[in-house]
């Protein structure tokens, strides 16, 4: 696990960014492709969006890039609160992609056929190979979930790589998230956390005792790919070893 810390928000983005323009330079270079899972939320979109920019969008080979989702509100696509939406507005759209490249997360069906359907969609995308991405994306909660892994929540036992609908009794919505394993097949993973309102939830996840209960993203451990924290120095005021 490497820790990458930065002064403030801007400098995690660009720190970030530079880091999937090197990833994503080296998986097409070797495989002719890069598949992504976005995480959704407020974090990532400035990230999107400056992916997006003249100073960073000549710099990955758009075309080759396959976006797929590592969670999604039980939402229809077109609600502000949809991850589809915001990742849409801030990067799939600006980057003229084509739709082929782009894997939404079907919420226009049951909340468990979406989860089955998505789970379909990307072992048919790996072609009965692992599905491992080359880079999944995430986010931290300040109650310790990641993607849509909450708190006491069943999914946090699924040892199964797919796509499980999770219910929130607290929200009384829907959630369709990737599951802890499939996420650790990944060849990289990335938290992006900044903001002190975070700090209290990245010791829980990097050096608290284990509870995968109360801090699910406690479960993110890749099998063999490597795991990277993006954090400002906000988000580590906790870390008793910095
Ligand atoms: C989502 C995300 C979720 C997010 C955290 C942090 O759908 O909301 O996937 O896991 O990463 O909730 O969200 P913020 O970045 O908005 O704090």
Same mark, same amino acid.
């Given at each position: 696990?490497?820790?990458?810390?930065?002064?403030?928000?801007?400098?995690?983005?660009?720190?970030?960014?530079?880091?999937?323009?090197?990833?994503?330079?080296?998986?097409?270079?070797?495989?002719?492709?890069?598949s992504i899972a976005?995480?959704?939320?407020?974090?990532?979109?400035?990230?999107?969006?400056?992916?997006?920019?003249?100073?960073?969008?000549?710099?990955?080979?758009?075309?080759?890039?396959?976006f797929?989702?590592?969670?999604?509100?039980?939402?229809?696509?077109?609600?502000?609160?949809?991850?589809?939406?915001?990742?849409?507005?801030?990067?799939?759209?600006?980057?003229?992609?084509?739709?082929?490249?782009?894997?939404?997360?079907?919420?226009?069906?049951?909340?468990?056929?979406?989860?089955?359907?998505?789970?379909? +969609? #990307?072992?048919? @995308?790996? %072609?009965?190979?692992?599905?491992?991405?080359?880079l999944? &994306?995430?986010?931290?909660? *300040?109650?310790?979930?990641?993607?849509?892994?909450?708190?006491?929540?069943?999914?946090?036992?699924?040892?199964?790589?797919?796509?499980?609908?999770?219910?929130?009794?607290?929200?009384?919505?829907?959630?369709?998230?990737?599951?802890?394993?499939?996420?650790?097949?990944?060849?990289?993973?990335?938290?992006?956390?900044?903001?002190?309102?975070?700090?209290?939830?990245?010791?829980?996840?990097?050096?608290?005792?284990? +509870? #995968?209960?109360? @801090?699910? %993203?406690?479960?993110?451990?890749?099998?063999?790919?490597? &795991?990277?924290?993006?954090? *400002?120095?906000?988000?580590?005021?906790?870390?008793?070893?910095?």
């Amino acid at each position: 696990m490497k820790i990458n810390v930065f002064k403030n928000e801007d400098e995690v983005l660009r720190g970030l960014a530079n880091f999937i323009v090197e990833i994503a330079s080296e998986s097409i270079s070797t495989n002719g492709q890069f598949s992504i899972a976005l995480s959704g939320g407020n974090s990532p979109k400035k990230l999107y969006e400056l992916l997006a920019s003249p100073s960073y969008k000549n710099k990955i080979e758009w075309n080759k890039v396959h976006f797929f989702f590592g969670d999604e509100r039980y939402v229809p696509h077109t609600d502000s609160q949809s991850n589809y939406l915001m990742a849409k507005k801030a990067i799939l759209e600006p980057l003229e992609l084509s739709y082929k490249q782009i894997f939404p997360i079907d919420t226009s069906l049951s909340p468990d056929e979406a989860a089955k359907a998505y789970t379909n +969609d #990307i072992n048919l @995308y790996f %072609a009965g190979t692992e599905p491992r991405f080359d880079l999944v &994306l995430l986010g931290l909660g *300040d109650n310790s979930h990641t993607a849509s892994l909450f708190p006491h929540t069943p999914v946090l036992h699924d040892k199964t790589a797919s796509v499980k609908a999770v219910f929130l009794e607290d929200q009384k919505v829907f959630r369709i998230t990737m599951t802890a394993p499939l996420i650790n097949l990944a060849h990289h993973v990335a938290f992006l956390v900044y903001g002190e309102g975070k700090a209290v939830a990245v010791h829980h996840i990097i050096e608290d005792k284990t +509870d #995968i209960e109360e @801090y699910p %993203a406690q479960l993110i451990k890749p099998q063999s790919g490597d &795991l990277q924290w993006f954090l *400002d120095t906000g988000a580590v005021a906790q870390l008793k070893r910095k």
